[in-house]
């Protein structure tokens, strides 16, 4: 159902001549319909951000988004002043379409960076994109396809608010890394809130969902999480209610994401466990999910605890106190090193789900935080050797 | 020639049966003798460190190192107590059979992290290393084979300074990250030097070169550099030299597990040039050396610098200021990221050596470093996916 969900959206996904693959849909819009027309964004906080980024970013400020336009095949990044003129152009043509003004239009991109658009094609996949554009089930499941890059599957993700409904989209496999992702995600909504509203669930969901997710550790000059809301159920919704789907939805999306992470076999589930401070847990759950050693053995279907705690014996001790000699590691409710000493065998682990639970005892507080990652495979190798080359 | 280079050492490497690889020789015996016996070490940060780490960076504090044990075949790391008492007792042997005290016996170990060693083959083996002690070249080659895990080559190195000499053996592959990798080091030389000199000397190259590296973002927990001087040559070196020549023997030592990191096909150089300070420039070049997408794309044979100012920007600005839109990129001598934009088509330039050589210009002062890594390859995920396993 993706962003056509909740109502006052239509959505369409076409293919435009972008993407190199033959016959990929490979450009999307959504529009609001409103009655209100309220957005919000958070970006990638990497310095070489993208020109649709710098487009969007500037645009959302005014906490009104009439509509996206979103394509894979390319991501304008590193294009200098002609790539911000491309965003810019792709932004007044829809706004001409849908009869607004261009600073109400955002722009995503996703593909390589360091090559302009094809403009022309951009622009003439938007017109057949608007001609195209419905509110059924199917078009959103066509946005949904069109944003894709090295995903192997569609993500989308839906929820039945109190009288309105959330609904979203996201693209994502690799160049997945904490601080947001190379992802696209657009999430709609006919409950009746403010930009300001907007902003705040989604800053909040983020921070819980992609920001806890590392596929390589390689953070992206595209990435972007718009959240708009139409009104349309004339439905203002409890406060708390909505904060609570708004971050279920970017859990689930951010789920699905480690779910194909490129070339993945095991999704590995990191929970830190009686830290000091939910800071010290989230930094240890990130040490160890980038390491390259973990994510090449629990390939191999080895729990090996020595790679857990190298990893974790890297976070400077201001950042996370914590006595070594205390520390335990559980693989799939397995304890297998207990005061950092061996305990169960690994042996004993059962390594044949693709979700891989690592739990980490440090025995210093109270707090906890949860990261996902994924294994590191041949295919993985295989896959950014090749990409593009 | 490795140790052995130097005047007033021995060294012995024997099959001792503590590794699983049948034939293969796993401990090395490395005796100084004299008439100083000045003795310093760097030791991995990792806060997991291995009993050996604990038991030599304790013993090294006395400024005095008699004889160095070293094992492959297993890290003795995530032991306990059990484990701190193993290293104990090969210090004990070693110093009952060189007729000294234990506190002047380094030990090191490397290999599989949460195993104890069958301790009874280690002694055995120290026997035997001990009775085959010897001063020849060979000597110091078998005490380098004896250190390799998943070594492909040995790695050794010599010097000769004015009237005195230097040589070393390094071991190291994998777990391979700035801050030490995993690797055991020892370097010899019969000048007649101070432990305060030895110290002062390794802590300069260690920062220079082997924090300088990095194969997989790995730290080790077993990471041991330790630089020991007989007096024999009766030759009070020249500060300046012996400095220079300490580094050197740990830049070219560095190199060559660079050039031996598991599985890789390219080893890469990134300097990063033009910085506001050294500190800065090292920061970018370890943000660019980390990115597993970069790693892969040169192992495809493609430049993408995408990969490489995507890295880049995701260093803070108060650690390195710069510019986005004054940042160029050069691999292998073809500007092709110039100012955030395309310059020379990527296709311009030529992979088919080994060394692939990054500079990247951030115009925003006189400072510059550099780091090296390599190439991500399926061979790599091959190894760490299989090990131990």
């Given at each position: 159902m ?5 109502q ?5 996904g076409?293919?435009?001549?972008i993407?190199?693959?033959e ?7 959504v529009?609001n319909?409103g009655p ?6 958070v970006?990638?906080v ?13 645009a959302?400020?005014?906490g009104r988004v009439d509509a996206?336009?979103l394509?894979s ?5 590193c294009?200098?002043?002609k790539g911000?003129?491309?965003?810019q152009a792709?932004a007044e ?7 607004t ?6 722009v995503c ?17 938007a017109r057949e994109?608007?001609?195209q ?7 959103g ?6 944003i ?14 109190t ?8 693209k994502g496999a690799?160049?997945?890394?904490p601080?947001?992702a ?5 999430i709609?909504?006919?409950?009746q ?5 907007c ?5 909040y ?11 390589d ?10 959240l708009l809301?139409?009104g349309a ?14 971050a ?14 490129e070339?993945?076999?095991?999704t590995?589930?990191?929970?830190v466990?009686?830290?000091s401070s939910?800071e ?6 990130r040490?160890v999910?980038?390491s390259n050693?973990l994510?090449?053995?629990?390939s191999g ?8 705690v190298?990893?974790l014996?890297?976070?400077p ?15 799939n409710?397995?304890?297998i090193?207990d005061?950092a000493?061996?305990a169960h ?7 044949e ?18 990261v996902w990652t994924?294994d590191?495979?041949?295919e ?10």
């Open positions: 993706s962003v056509t969900f909740a006052g959206f239509r959505a369409a076409v293919e435009a001549g993407s190199a693959k016959g990929k849909k490979d450009l999307a819009l529009v319909d209100i027309k309220a957005g919000a964004g970006f990638t990497n310095r070489f951000c993208a020109a649709p980024v710098q487009w969007t970013r500037n959302i400020k005014q996206v336009i394509n095949g390319g991501a304008n990044s294009t200098g002043t911000y003129a491309q965003s792709e043509l829809v706004a001409n379409l849908v009869h003004e261009p600073q109400y239009v955002a991109s996703t593909g390589m960076i360091g090559e302009l658009l094809p403009l022309a094609n951009v622009l003439d996949g994109a608007y001609a554009l419905d509110s059924t089930e199917q078009a499941v066509d946005a949904s396809h069109a894709m890059t090295t995903d192997t599957v569609p993500k989308t993700c839906t929820r039945q608010g009288g309105y409904r959330i609904g979203g989209m996201v690799g160049m997945i890394a601080q947001l190379t992802m696209l995600c657009v709609t909504t006919d409950a809130v403010s930009a300001g509203q902003q705040a669930a989604l800053a969901a983020v921070d819980q969902s992609f920001n806890r997710i590392d596929v550790g390689c953070m992206s000059t595209n990435d972007t999480v718009l809301a139409s159920s004339e439905c203002e919704p409890d406060p708390d209610e909505f904060n609570q789907l708004v279920e939805i970017c859990a689930d999306l951010a789920a699905q994401i480690v779910g194909d992470g070339g993945s076999s095991h590995i589930r990191i929970t466990n009686r830290a939910e010290a847990a989230l930094a240890c759950g040490a999910a980038a050693l994510k090449c053995a629990i279907n080895d729990p090996n605890w020595g790679r857990i190298s990893s014996g890297t976070v001790e201001d950042v996370a106190p914590y006595d070594p000699q205390k520390v335990s590691v559980a693989v409710g397995v304890c090193c005061g000493k061996p065998d690994r042996s004993e682990v059962n390594m789900n693709r979700e891989v639970q690592i739990d980490i005892t440090l025995n210093s507080g109270e707090a906890l935080a949860t994924d590191l495979t041949h993985y190798v295989h896959i950014n050797a090749d990409y593009e080359s």
